[in-house]
Nanobody, 115 residues
């Protein structure tokens, strides 16, 4: 099982980034997918989640209206489009796959929002 995040980097406040998480080794289309983030000195927090078929989506209040989660089951990939980025969005972003009690994590990608 592998989850590989990409797309992170350094961006100025107000900028945009698109994160990708490529999955392999399991039946991606059966799993709910989520993006989490962890800032230095803080606990890991849920940013957004999407059901296996994409019909149910949830966002943390802090990112509503700025972030969009989506998935392409044909490509075994989940995305996080981030717009209007703020310095407080700086964190390591992780993707997670869930199916009942099974859960897999990626290693994360760093997002830094700074001028």
């Amino acid at each position: 099982v592998q989850l590989v995040e990409s797309g992170g980097g350094l961006v100025q406040p107000g900028g945009s980034l698109r994160l990708s998480c490529a999955a392999s080794g399991f039946t991606f289309s059966s799993y709910a997918m989520s993006w989490y983030r962890q800032a230095p000195g803080k606990e890991r927090e849920l940013v957004a989640s999407i059901s296996s078929g994409g019909g149910t989506i949830h966002y943390a209040d802090s990112v509503k209206g700025r972030f969009t989660i989506s998935r392409d089951n044909a490509k075994n990939t989940v995305y996080l489009q981030m717009q209007s980025l703020k310095p407080e969005d700086t964190a390591v972003y992780y993707c997670k796959a869930n199916w009942f009690s099974a859960a897999y994590w990626g290693r994360g990608t760093q997002v830094t929002v700074s001028s």
